[in-house]
Nanobody, 125 residues
Framework: HVQLVESGGGSVQAGESLRLSCTASAWTTSNGCMGWFRQASEKGREGVAAIDSGGGTSYADSVKGRFTISQDSAKNALYLQLNNLKTEDTAMYYC???????????????????WGQGTQVTVSA
């Protein structure tokens, strides 16, 4: 039974940084694709970034150059480094996983099998 647990969210000011973590049980990073999504109030859930078992990464245009996704296979953990945060980054952030060869459809919600419960990121001006 795969479980994903996010942590690291918080309230910061614009321009500051946060590091989100996602700890996986019954899952290893070599299994496939892991991604980060976010959902702002009254908006749909959107893909932020993904990483495949080989370390290949993908990003939404809105976060390129500011966010960095990474994983630690020894800890079965996924990370998202959020730098130069903006107020529009305020959202609940979720990690997701799918056993797959690559992250071809990484930005599609329904492509993932497993989801965490989310961690809130709030950025004030």
């Amino acid at each position: 039974h795969v479980q994903l647990v996010e942590s690291g969210g918080g309230s910061v000011q614009a321009g500051e940084s946060l590091r989100l973590s996602c700890t996986a049980s019954a899952w290893t990073t070599s299994n496939g694709c892991m991604g980060w999504f976010r959902q702002a109030s009254e908006k749909g859930r959107e893909g932020v970034a993904a990483i495949d078992s080989g370390g290949g990464t993908s990003y939404a245009d809105s976060v390129k150059g500011r966010f960095t996704i990474s994983q630690d296979s020894a800890k079965n953990a996924l990370y998202l480094q959020l730098n130069n945060l903006k107020t529009e980054d305020t959202a609940m952030y979720y990690c997701a996983a799918r056993a797959s060869d690559g992250c071809r459809w990484w930005h599609h919600l329904t492509w993932y099998f497993y989801w965490g419960q989310g961690t809130q990121v709030t950025v004030s001006a």
